[in-house]
């Protein structure tokens, strides 16, 4: 399930063996590129619904549903006017002889050459200056580009023809075929120029998931193709949108692990007869980490009314630390979630243009706007601004570098908080003589039959062991880099799309290995209950268990097992089905810095 198809060797070489063949024997071969062996289109449940762009007031939830489920949008009226009245704002700084970047300057090293107002900075067509292999697989993350860039438009300088088309595209479901590689994570224009080559009918797209060329596409959609007008990224308006929709992804879809493991961690808990002194309010009231004391108060409330809080002789003293310090890592990586989540709002709701167009803003409004040097920047107003004024300014808006520390802090915190289920997995398959932390082995309340028709016994041991070695790897840092391009104007890189894409791995594999512990707490409540059949599980972890056992009988002969693996099946529930379908009240989540 991961964002982006690898394209493997003798695939790419079987499509240039096919083009060279072609040209060898004098026959027409339009190159292209190999097609992925799988492409995941949305599922638009949500198509009778709209979302109202004012670039201030996106929500991540909002973003998921234009994405992912196929919700409309529109853009407010005051968007469409503050766009139009940069936009005329440019012209008039033109006419007054004001230097602008990327309008009648070059952009990039080009920035100190004359150019006509809309004229491309080179001849190269902008749907040939795009991403390489391999492609994006999944069509939610380019819609989460187009619904982010949609928003921008909010602090862009764009025509009306323009914001109409991305919104077109977005509410007919043209989908573009979109090129992962060819940006350094902060100002990916090149990549997103592929939405501009859609847009004018070049090159592939997707007409509701199925792949066609772009100009059919179009027509099929009822769309008429529009040239880039040789400014900025063609037709998108953020100019971090790759960025930014891996983070909103990320986000969204990170909260769903640790919920989930939240969860879990209450089940296995009760699996293992756990003592939840380290938990209690006392306890976390002497060491106030709010967001790791929310975590241990979340689970307690889960655990409400379970066996856990009477006595039992048979419960030991201390848990091994992957238990008993669970919440500490899973607060953490809660508090990790935060700060990305406030990051990506701020960072989706705010501009990353260059240059700023600032319309109204006058040379009282702060000190520095009237000295000699800004007043260069100044336009004064007159015809093709309609009397506005205001300034253009170069701007560093777009290095993302906030944001983009977040998704590396919050990708270390699950990877330290999945060492912990990891852990806690094997905690249960204790071999001594006596167990020394569950306190009974299965085989003590277990026939030899019920043992055998277990389904968290079928598995191979050391499958979640893999797991967490591929989160290890994925979860190391992205060394930063100073490269200079572009005749050195660009010579710093944020690689925020290669550490977007390694987080989403993450919390991919995350659900696959929580599916391990899911099948490995099930187990054991079964064998709790085989243990004293009275016992109480508390209201959400009977939900889950239940719900699961629905899925994953207990006991299921081998001639009736499913054909795929229980950690597969597992990890489908996970993903289908929301740990809040069966804990959704609690404690309050901590309030935002900003609050």
């Not at 997103?192 to 772009?214: C, F, I, N, W």
């Not at 048979?314 to 992957?322: A, K, M, N, T, V």
């Not at 890592?329 to 990051?343: C, F, K, P, T």
């Not at 040379?363 to 205001?390: A, I």
């Amino acid at each position: 399930m991961q964002a982006f198809m690898r394209i493997n060797g003798p695939m790419a070489l079987a499509a240039l063996l096919l083009v060279a063949g072609g040209v060898a024997e004098g026959r027409s071969a339009p190159l292209s590129a190999p097609v992925p062996a799988a492409y995941t289109p949305i599922t638009p449940t949500m198509a009778d619904q709209t979302v109202t762009l004012t670039g201030h007031d996106l929500t991540i939830e909002q973003v998921i549903e234009v994405a992912r489920y196929g919700a409309k949008v529109r853009l407010s009226p005051a968007v469409i006017k503050n766009a139009s009245d940069a936009k005329a704002l440019e012209a008039e700084a033109a006419a007054e002889g004001i230097s602008v970047y990327g309008v009648n300057r070059g952009a990039g090293a080009l920035r100190e050459v004359k150019k006509p107002v809309g004229q491309p900075d080179t001849p190269v067509p902008p749907w040939l200056n795009t991403g390489v292999l391999p492609e994006v697989s999944h069509e939610d993350l380019i819609r989460a580009i187009m619904v982010i860039s949609a928003n921008a438009a909010a602090y862009s300088a764009g025509a009306p023809e323009r914001m109409q088309m991305l919104l077109d595209l977005l509410n007919k479901r043209v989908t573009p075929v979109f090129y992962s590689r060819g940006g350094l994570g902060e100002g990916d224009l090149p990549l997103l120029g592929q939405v501009s080559a859609t847009e004018a009918g070049r090159g592939d797209a997707y007409y509701m998931g199925v792949r066609m060329k772009a100009s059919e596409a179009l027509r099929r959609a009822g769309i008429k193709p529009i040239a880039p007008d040789g400014e900025g990224g063609g037709g998108v308006d953020a100019e971090d949108a790759y960025a930014d929709a891996l983070a909103a992804l990320l986000v969204y879809d990170g909260r769903q692990a640790l919920e989930w493991t939240d969860l879990i961690c209450a089940m296995g808990k009760i699996g293992m007869n756990s003592s939840l002194t380290p938990m209690t309010a006392p306890v976390q009231a002497n060491r106030p980490f709010k967001w790791v004391n929310w975590d241990a108060a979340r689970i307690m409330d889960m655990l409400r009314g379970s066996y856990l809080f009477e006595d039992d002789p048979g419960r030991i003293l201390q848990d091994p630390e992957s238990m008993r310090a669970s919440y500490i890592r899973q607060g953490s990586a809660w508090q990790a979630w935060a700060a990305l989540r406030d990051d990506v709002l701020l960072q989706i709701n705010s501009s990353d243009h260059n240059p700023m167009v600032l319309v109204g803003v006058s040379p009282t409004d702060s000190w520095e706007l009237s000295t000699p040097q800004m007043m260069k920047y100044y336009v004064k107003g007159g015809p093709l601004s309609h009397g506005m004024h205001g300034y253009i300014f170069s701007t560093a808006n777009w290095d993302p570098y906030p944001m983009t520390n977040d998704v590396e802090a919050f990708t270390n915190a699950l990877a330290n908080m999945d060492a912990v289920v990891a852990e806690r997995i094997e905690r249960f398959s204790d071999r001594r003589p006596t167990p020394f932390f569950t306190g009974i082995f299965p085989k003590d309340v277990l026939t030899p039959a019920q043992i055998n028709a277990s389904p968290a016994l079928s598995e191979p041991y050391f499958v979640f062991m893999s797991l967490w070695a591929q989160i290890q790897d994925l979860a190391r840092s992205v060394t930063a880099e100073g490269n200079a391009a572009d005749l050195g104007v660009a010579d710093i890189e944020a690689y925020s799309t290669l550490k977007g894409a390694n987080a989403r791995e993450v919390v991919d594999l995350t659900m696959e290995l929580l599916g391990y512990d899911l099948l490995t707490s099930t187990y054991w409540m079964d064998v709790r209950k085989a243990q004293n059949a009275g016992r109480n599980f508390g209201r959400a972890p009977t939900a889950a268990w239940t719900a699961f056992r629905k899925i994953v009988p207990w006991q299921l002969p081998q001639d009736q097992r499913p054909e795929i693996p229980y950690g597969v099946v597992a990890y489908e529930f996970l993903k289908s089905t929301p740990a809040s379908s069966f804990y959704l009240a609690g404690p309050a989540m901590p309030k935002r810095q900003s609050e």
